[in-house]
């Protein structure tokens, strides 16, 4: 694989791409190729996806060739809800079920394309574009995706490690990761006539991979791979839809209300949790805003003057009107209340959430996080009341917006792409 930073080719006038997005995961993981999407198709190229089963309509919608993957990540989430938001993620399912079926998924599509990108936990387009004969770029959203000393692998929840025990973690927590993975992905390559592979994410780093994060949120450590190529985090840039009647006017008798999103996560205690976070903004005097999705959290509350459950929101249009955002702490969710200049309170789920939680608190745009299984309505109202009163937190989150508000990592993305798809031998090895 050849790799070279963004800029060595320039603009060039160059033939059209043929670029398949094969993300897997929630709509987070689905989202930011669906930026890049557009991004592709300004250039002039063909850009078409291959997404879990929930996700098509969605893509298709958006104007976008879409095929589905055989998997309904949305019905996962539902069904295994509480081993997910617990950390206790379904793995034999996922090497049993998923793996296999991700490799299947490729055979029903076209195979005659320039490259293909794959984003979340799609751990078959390597070797299907190592088949293919055509280039393989992995997408990632948060630096503790790619090894680097600046913070541990993402299933470590403790961010507060120095440089050296971070660097530890990666070198020996890859290769054990890589291990129960290998008999799963081996089967998908033999099936291909591939052969196999000794630790099956230590592959994925001899490909280039986009790391599209925002430099100030989520900076790369400076010894990361020579193959990660930054950019800044890809934005969805399209015109926000007019609000809902109800929400515009639950947004008029409860100015500058409390946000809460737990989108593409089910809360292993839903329910308590959701009661949780009202009373808690019942004891701030702040209307509670909650969107929907697939979290099922606040699918029981009926709503009120001051409770309303909303399904999905445009977030362009509606942060800029809250008071203080409550989210998981996902890559996407952690971005646009940044943008929006907002400060947050997270409440992280699964490990990878962590390293979100833990960039806020130290960047001051949010109080300290609160795991999700701690939370109380006193508890909460604590860190709500910090969020809300703290000078300095508000000062941070209002100057950081405007910053990152005018970044856009597409336009570099799209370069990139361009440039290694015209190089000799940059296709997958």
């Not at 694989?1 to 929630?26: D, W």
């Not at 809800?81 to 399912?93: E, H, K, N, Y």
């Not at 890809?234 to 409390?258: G, K, S, T």
Request: aromatic residues 6%; contains cysteine; negative net charge.
């Amino acid at each position: 694989m050849i790799v070279v930073p963004c800029g060595g080719v320039g603009r060039t006038s160059l033939r059209t791409m043929k670029v398949l997005l094969a993300p897997h995961g929630t709509r987070g993981d689905v989202q930011p190729l669906l930026a890049l999407a557009r991004g592709l198709r300004e250039r002039g190229h063909e850009p078409s996806f291959l997404v879990p089963d929930d996700c098509v309509r969605w893509i298709r919608d958006s104007g976008f060739p879409g095929e589905p993957n055989g998997i309904d990540v949305a019905g996962t989430f539902g069904s295994r809800g509480a081993a997910v938001a617990s950390g206790r993620w379904p793995w034999r399912q996922f090497v049993d079920v998923v793996v296999p079926a991700l490799f299947e998924s490729f055979g029903r599509i076209d195979s005659h394309v320039d490259a293909i990108v794959g984003s979340g936990a799609q751990v078959a387009a390597a070797s299907v574009a190592e088949q293919w004969g055509v280039t393989y770029v992995n997408a990632v959203f948060c630096p503790c995706a790619v090894p680097n000393d600046a913070s541990p692998p993402p299933m470590v929840k403790t961010q507060a490690l120095p440089r050296f025990l971070n660097r530890f973690l990666w070198e020996w927590g890859m290769p054990l990761a890589g291990l129960a993975l290998r008999r799963s992905v081996n089967g998908g390559r033999a099936r291909l006539g591939l052969a196999s592979l000794f630790n099956p994410l230590s592959h994925l780093t001899r490909h280039a991979t986009l790391l599209a994060a925002d430099p100030d949120l989520a900076p790369l450590g400076d010894d990361a791979p020579l193959t990660v190529i930054p950019t800044d985090a890809w934005v969805l840039d399209e015109p926000q839809p007019d609000l809902d009647p109800r929400i515009a006017r639950f947004l008029d008798l409860n100015p500058a209300p409390i946000y809460v999103e737990f989108d593409s996560m089910n809360a292993s205690r839903a329910g308590e949790l959701a009661d949780h976070v009202v009373a808690a903004g019942h004891a701030v005097g702040r209307g509670v805003l909650m969107a929907g999705g697939q979290a099922s959290l606040g699918q029981d509350l009926v709503d009120s003057e001051d409770v309303l459950v909303a399904g999905e929101l445009p977030p362009e249009t509606v942060l800029p009107r809250v008071a203080v955002a409550v989210h998981h702490g996902d890559a996407g969710t952690t971005t646009a209340v940044a943008r929006a200049g907002v400060p947050q309170v997270v409440l992280p789920h699964v490990p990878n959430q962590y390293y979100w939680a833990s960039r806020v608190e130290r960047l001051g745009l949010g109080p300290r996080p609160l795991p999700v299984d701690l939370v109380t309505a006193d508890v909460l109202t604590e860190r709500l009341d910090r969020a809300l009163n703290d000078r300095e937190i508000r000062g941070r989150a209002r100057a950081c917006g405007p910053v990152i508000a005018s970044r856009n990592g597409v336009p570099a993305a799209v370069e990139y792409l361009e440039e290694l798809v015209a190089l000799p031998g940059s296709v997958s090895d």
